[in-house]
């Protein structure tokens, strides 16, 4: 039995603070198992989606915490950023800026998403949802498809090209009977010779728009794959019509399949 009225005071102070500490850390682990994780980011009116990946979580002034945090388009490197989230009785707010100095400003909703706003380093801003992902699944959702959204693949070929013929008397006629094909705007642009690039008049009108992005050189076969007006590969050869451009058609298109499934369509 403590007698002296000094240690009966410290030991209450000890044990105020020792509570105070376990609520904390109890606190502090409910945070880490509700926020560490990897959220995907998609933008209103953008195809390509962002990652944004938060490791750890340490306590910061007032009711924020500061987050250990990388950022960057879905399936590049992530770069470190500053992310800060502020708990509040009205939810978590969650601020984010990049090195390049976009912005992102969002509250947590109650099924778990972040929505707000994003705002580009120029100023453009456009409504962003962020869902929480699991790692193994970031490959599946590096686009966003909608509905009315377009996939056009453009092949460059030539006339003197071996590698060309071969690919269009294999690869080509089983791409076109393929279920891919009802999904995907198939264009071939062809020149009688292949060491000469491709020039803007080669391109038809609704085409030439893509003429700079496509990058097309004195190679062939070769080809661009885009998303309404978004290239998202340039690539040549055989080799990466097996191994890069049929697993991204299979993706986009069965991304597209869902955008127009009943469900999502009402």
């Known amino acids: 039995m403590i007698r002296c009225p000094i240690m009966k005071c410290l030991v209450g102070v000890f044990i105020c603070l020792l509570i105070t500490v376990e609520a904390?850390?109890?606190q502090g682990s409910g945070y880490e198992k509700r926020y560490v994780s990897s959220w995907l980011g998609v933008v209103d009116g953008e195809v390509l989606t962002r990652t944004l990946t938060i490791v750890a979580l340490h306590p910061g002034p007032g009711n924020t915490l500061e987050a250990d945090a990388g950022y960057g388009a879905t399936g590049s490197d992530l770069l470190p950023v500053r992310c800060t989230l502020r708990v509040g009785e009205g939810g978590t707010r969650l601020s984010m800026t990049s090195i390049f100095?976009?912005?992102?400003?969002?509250?947590?909703?109650?099924?778990?998403?972040?929505?707000?706003?994003?705002?580009?380093?120029?100023?453009?801003?456009?409504?962003?949802?962020?869902?929480?992902i699991w790692e193994e699944d970031l490959h599946k959702n590096r686009y966003s498809l909608t509905g009315d959204a377009k996939i056009t693949l453009i092949y460059?070929?030539?006339?003197?090209?071996?590698k060309s013929a071969r690919w269009e008397a294999?690869?080509?006629?089983?791409?076109?009977?393929?279920?891919?094909?009802?999904y995907v705007d198939f264009r071939t642009i062809k020149r009688r010779v292949h060491n000469r690039s491709p020039v803007l008049a080669d391109?038809?009108?609704?085409?030439?728009?893509?003429?700079?992005?496509?990058?097309?050189?004195?190679?062939?076969?070769?080809?661009?794959?885009?998303?309404g007006r978004t290239v998202v590969l340039r690539t040549y050869g055989g080799h990466?019509?097996?191994?890069?451009?049929?697993?991204?058609?299979?993706?986009?298109?069965?991304?597209?399949?869902?955008a127009l499934s009943p469900r999502l369509a009402e």
């Open 24 to 26: 904390q850390e109890s």
């Open 101 to 132: 100095g976009d912005r992102i400003e969002a509250n947590e909703h109650s099924d778990g998403w972040f929505i707000g706003t994003y705002t580009s380093k120029s100023g453009d801003s456009a409504s962003i949802t962020l869902a929480r």
């Open 156 to 162: 460059f070929g030539a006339d003197d090209c071996p």
């Open 170 to 182: 294999k690869d080509r006629p089983a791409f076109l009977a393929s279920s891919m094909r009802s």
């Open 203 to 227: 391109f038809p009108d609704d085409l030439k728009w893509i003429y700079e992005e496509a990058e097309a050189g004195g190679v062939s076969p070769y080809f661009v794959v885009a998303v």
């Open 240 to 258: 990466n019509w097996d191994g890069k451009v049929m697993p991204l058609l299979k993706e986009l298109c069965a991304r597209k399949k869902i």
